[in-house]
């Protein structure tokens, strides 16, 4: 649905990274993030708060449930995170290697 129902261009190149229920059911806490890093977080959050009422209705429309969860839009920095470590590993193998 982001990528082909979506036309918001704040909501490019972005993907979901994890998806939270609650146990009444009453909220759905939604972890995004974007292949440019949290530069865009803001923007995102703000596309994503714009299209959160269209996104709850099709997705109602499409799981049965009685009653839906609102849905909650979180920034995750895990892939920026992972991105950080990998590169702070290699400079370490490399230091290494030239000893």
Same mark, same amino acid.
């Given at each position: =649905?982001?990528? !082909?129902q ?7 190149h972005?993907?979901?990274?994890d998806?939270?229920?609650?146990r ?10 974007? *292949?440019?890093?949290?530069? %865009?977080?803001?923007?995102?959050? +703000?596309?994503?708060? @714009?299209? @959160?009422?269209?996104? %709850?209705?099709?997705l @109602? $429309?499409r *799981? +049965?449930? %009685?009653?839906?969860?609102?849905? %909650?839009? &979180? ?5 920026e995170? $992972?991105? &950080? =470590? +990998?590169?702070?590993? !290699? !400079?370490?193998?490399?230091e +290494?290697?030239?000893?």
């Open positions: =649905m982001l990528l !082909k979506i036309n918001d261009p704040r909501l490019a972005i993907f979901v990274t998806v939270t229920v609650d009444e059911l009453a909220y759905a806490n939604i972890y995004v993030s974007a *292949v440019e890093g949290a530069s %865009r977080s803001k923007e995102i959050l +703000e596309g994503l708060e @714009s299209a @959160s009422g269209f996104l %709850r209705r099709e @109602s $429309a *799981v +049965e449930l %009685r009653a839906f969860p609102r849905l %909650r839009f &979180h920034w995750d920095p895990t892939p995170n $992972a991105a &950080h =470590m +990998e590169d702070l590993f !290699k !400079k370490i193998k490399e +290494e290697e030239k000893k």
